[in-house]
């Protein structure tokens, strides 16, 4: 972690803040708090703030904001970062069914790490995952914390679809596929939960400094809670840390 945040500039119309240069627990936390602090104090020319695992990236209108000004009031900004209170950490329970038609890469996975598909499974559905940031379409999560024993490279070759709710894996990381789309990680699994809905407010069910623990389910078990989802009769478990 860095002493300070340096700042880079990242085109006409945005700069970037680094707080440090590694994946760790820490430096995130550290860009959730700057994020909120920038967020409450509403600078003029903001239009968009991108927290990353270790960074954010603030977009600004060139015309109501110089570089320099910007700068400077964000330089003026870290010194409350202690100060902040951040958000409730929530763990949210996430149903998965692993394997099959559901997790085709499943037992690739297990034969990469030289393990039974059931442990693949438990380890994954084992830990509690800290959502360090959203991307690369609406509500897709970037996990940290899974364990390296069952790390497994992407796809050489990314499939065009993949279905919504997909869990996946790629290298040390894993998530949650929130809507269709293309991808290369490894599918092991798919939830039935709909992470990711623009007629619901807020459109998203998860958010940074959130931490999600994958639930095994059966098929059955799957089938209902997808039903129970689309009619609207679903509550998402939603639990706090003891």
Same mark, same amino acid.
């Given at each position: 972690?860095?002493?300070?945040? #340096?700042?880079?500039?990242?085109?006409?119309?945005?700069?970037?803040?680094?707080? *440090?240069?590694?994946?760790?627990?820490?430096?995130?936390?550290?860009?959730?708090?700057?994020?909120?602090?920038?967020?409450?104090?509403?600078?003029?020319?903001?239009?968009?703030?991108?927290?990353?695992?270790?960074?954010?990236?603030?977009?600004?209108?060139?015309?109501?904001?110089?570089?320099?000004?910007?700068?400077?009031?964000?330089?003026?900004? @870290?010194?409350?970062?202690?100060?902040?209170?951040?958000? *409730?950490?929530?763990?949210?329970?996430?149903?998965?069914?692993? =394997?099959? #038609?559901?997790?085709?890469?499943?037992?690739?996975?297990?034969?990469?790490? =030289?393990?039974?598909? @059931? @442990?693949?499974?438990?380890?994954?559905?084992?830990?509690?995952?800290?959502?360090?940031?959203?991307?690369?379409?609406? =509500?897709?999560?970037?996990?940290?914390?899974?364990?390296?024993?069952?790390?497994?490279?992407?796809?050489?070759?990314?499939?065009?679809?993949?279905?919504?709710?997909?869990?996946?894996?790629?290298?040390?990381?894993?998530?949650?596929?929130?809507? @269709?789309?293309? =991808? *290369?990680?490894?599918?092991?699994?798919?939830?039935?939960?709909?992470?990711?809905?623009?007629?619901?407010?807020?459109?998203?069910?998860?958010?940074?400094?959130?931490?999600?623990?994958?639930?095994?389910?059966?098929?059955?078990?799957?089938?209902?809670?997808?039903?129970?989802?689309?009619?609207?009769?679903?509550?998402?478990?939603?639990?706090?840390?003891?």
């Amino acid at each position: 972690m860095y002493d300070r945040g #340096r700042f880079l500039l990242a085109g006409d119309k945005a700069l970037c803040v680094e707080l *440090g240069d590694a994946i760790s627990p820490e430096i995130n936390h550290r860009v959730r708090n700057l994020s909120l602090v920038i967020e409450k104090n509403s600078i003029p020319g903001i239009t968009e703030l991108v927290p990353t695992y270790s960074s954010i990236l603030v977009y600004y209108d060139p015309m109501r904001i110089s570089y320099a000004e910007l700068e400077a009031k964000i330089r003026a900004l @870290e010194n409350s970062l202690w100060d902040v209170v951040s958000l *409730g950490t929530r763990i949210i329970e996430v149903p998965t069914i692993y =394997g099959g #038609r559901y997790g085709p890469d499943l037992e690739y996975v297990a034969s990469h790490c =030289g393990l039974s598909a @059931e @442990e693949v499974i438990r380890i994954h559905s084992g830990t509690d995952l800290l959502v360090y940031m959203m991307g690369f379409t609406p =509500g897709f999560t970037y996990l940290g914390g899974m364990a390296e024993k069952i790390a497994t490279p992407r796809l050489q070759i990314p499939r065009g679809v993949v279905p919504a709710g997909s869990v996946g894996i790629a290298e040390q990381q894993t998530g949650v596929y929130s809507i @269709e789309s293309p =991808g *290369g990680w490894q599918l092991i699994g798919r939830t039935p939960l709909q992470l990711f809905d623009p007629a619901r407010d807020p459109p998203v069910v998860l958010g940074p400094g959130d931490y999600l623990r994958f639930v095994a389910v059966t098929e059955l078990e799957y089938l209902d809670i997808q039903g129970r989802v689309q009619s609207g009769d679903y509550t998402i478990v939603a639990q706090t840390p003891a």
